[in-house]
Every structure is written in structure tokens, then in C-alpha cells.
């Protein structure tokens, strides 16, 4: 009697939030050089295709880069609601040039999440109206200053879980953790005291409101690192300056682990083709 299969019970879609996924590959020429004129034009016009039809899935984004440096030749950044349909179309990219043409150079898993540091109206009342601008509750300009509050914290915290991916040209992405280096561990301190240091980052992050784009992804437990960043900016230089400015907040300075940076510029995948000699 032929033995039914187990059922599995599906989580694919999170309770919030969205899977996301950067992919970085070396482009194998020595497969390619085999090739004739025709055979890789049609492979470059499958890979156009492919990224077309990703971006006709409901609930899924992509972007595609050319990479500075020899560390990867080709980035793609996926994000979507359905972790079956993720790994179905990363599988397909890997293999979107021919087999063995992309090689994978480094991965990285990782979920959108909101902020545990977010500030809360009460908090932002007690310490920005009250503390700061000392105004009086429910006077006219408290009100207004509350409304501006909540419609800003409400705009950024759906950034944070259901991002749209940003038409800049330069992206960065580098993956980090917090130490637990004897008395420099992160997850020792109080919440309160991480929250404070956070504030210092935040403060830094909003000068640069309209240059830099920054998404942030949890990977605790899904990747090597906790989590992954995502900048997105018109120019390398906006991307090294909020970098390097960061590195001295002590939340970063004192704190902080960083893996490899990628940089990658968002252009046409034709142009990217050319880029890449293809």
C-alpha cells in the first residue's frame, strides 16, 4: 500500500514584514567565450525576461546592479512576501545566464522589521514638546506638532516593514552585528541605555534625509551576522560620508562588527551587460 505523503505546515509568509534576499555573483567568462555571438544574445534576452517577469509578481521587487570591484561582478537584490516563490526565482537567476555562468560570490538572508528603538508619542511628547520646546499639552501647537509626529513615525515604520525599493543610482550593502566583547556587549545593556545610544545614529541618519535611503533587515538566526544594511544614495559620496560619520557614534564606534561592504550602481541591464563585457 503506497504510503501517503506528510502533510507540512506552510509558514512561507511572515506575520509581518518581507523575506529578502541580496545575491552577488562572479560572471564566469571562460563559459561565456564558448559561446557564439547568437547563443549569448539569447541568454542576455532570457536574463531581461526573467527580471521583467519578477517584477510582474504581485507582492515581489528587484533590483539589479553592475558591481565596482572584482569582489562580484553582478548584484540582485529580491524582496517579496512568499519565501517558496523567493527561492524559486533566486534559483532561476542563478542559472538566468546559462548553467555556470553567474557563480555565486556572497548571499545574504534577511527579514524587513521595525525598529524595538522606534519613539513613542508619549515619549516624544515628554522628551521633544515638553522637555524641548516646552509647550503646554493639548494647546494648539502641541497638537499640530503631535499630528506631524504620528504621520511621520506611521510613514516610517511601513518603510521599515513594506519598503519600495528606491530609484537611486549607487546601493551599498554590508551586513553587521553587535559585539559581545567583555564589557563592550551590546545585549548586556539595559534596553534604556540602547535606546539612548540608538538616538545618537538616528540623529546622524536625518542629516542626510533626501542623499541616503538606509534599510535596515533583521538576520538572528537566518544569516552570520544579526542584521543587514542597505543604503541607497545619488552618489558613492553620500554613501561614504554617512558611513564614516556614523563610525563615530559610540553605538558604532563602541558597539559595532561589520562584514564586507558590496557597492553597486543601478543602470539598465543592457547597459549592465555592456559593464560587464557580456
Known amino acids: 500500500m503506497q504510503k501517503e505523503p506528510e502533510e507540512i505546515e506552510e509558514s512561507f509568509k511572515l506575520?509581518?514584514?518581507?523575506?529578502?534576499?541580496?545575491?552577488?555573483?562572479?560572471?564566469?567568462?571562460?563559459?561565456?567565450?564558448?559561446?557564439?555571438?547568437?547563443?549569448?544574445?539569447?541568454?542576455?534576452?532570457?536574463?531581461?525576461e526573467l527580471i521583467d517577469e519578477?517584477?510582474?509578481?504581485?507582492?515581489?521587487q528587484v533590483q539589479v546592479y553592475a558591481m565596482a570591484t572584482p569582489k562580484a561582478d553582478l548584484g540582485v537584490m529580491?524582496?517579496?512576501e512568499d519565501l517558496e516563490q523567493m527561492i524559486y526565482f533566486e534559483k532561476r537567476i542563478t542559472l538566468g545566464l546559462g548553467v555556470e555562468v553567474l557563480v555565486p560570490a556572497y548571499s545574504y538572508y534577511s527579514h524587513t522589521e521595525r525598529s524595538e528603538y522606534t519613539t513613542t508619542a508619549e515619549q516624544y511628547a515628554q522628551d521633544t514638546l515638553i522637555g524641548e520646546k516646552g509647550l503646554t499639552p493639548d494647546s494648539e501647537e502641541w497638537n499640530k506638532e503631535m499630528e506631524i509626529f504620528k504621520e511621520r513615525i506611521k510613514h516610517y515604520t511601513s518603510y521599515r516593514i513594506y519598503p519600495k525599493l528606491p530609484k537611486l543610482a549607487t546601493m551599498c550593502f554590508y551586513p553587521m552585528s553587535k559585539k559581545r566583547d567583555g564589557e563592550d556587549n551590546w545585549f548586556s545593556l539595559t534596553f534604556n541605555e540602547r535606546k539612548d545610544l540608538m538616538k545618537g545614529h538616528a540623529k546622524v541618519g536625518r542629516t542626510y534625509s533626501g542623499r541616503v535611503l538606509q534599510l535596515i533587515t533583521g538576520s538572528c538566526g537566518l544569516d552570520e551576522y544579526e542584521w543587514g544594511v542597505t543604503l541607497w544614495g545619488k552618489?558613492?559620496?553620500?554613501?561614504k560620508a554617512i558611513v564614516y560619520e556614523m563610525r563615530f557614534d559610540e553605538v558604532s564606534a563602541k558597539?559595532?562588527?561589520?562584514?564586507?561592504?558590496?557597492?553597486?550602481?543601478?543602470?539598465?541591464?543592457?547597459?549592465?551587460?555592456r559593464q560587464l563585457s557580456l
Open 54 to 60: 519578477i517584477k510582474l509578481q504581485e507582492g515581489m
Open 255 to 273: 558597539y559595532a562588527d561589520f562584514g564586507d561592504f558590496y557597492i553597486g550602481i543601478q543602470i539598465p541591464i543592457k547597459d549592465i551587460f
Open 78 to 80: 529580491l524582496v517579496g
Open 15 to 48: 506575520p509581518e514584514g518581507w523575506h529578502v534576499m541580496h545575491l552577488f555573483y562572479h560572471v564566469n567568462h571562460g563559459v561565456l567565450s564558448e559561446l557564439d555571438e547568437e547563443e549569448r544574445e539569447e541568454l542576455k534576452l532570457d536574463f531581461e
Open 235 to 239: 552618489s558613492t559620496y553620500d554613501i
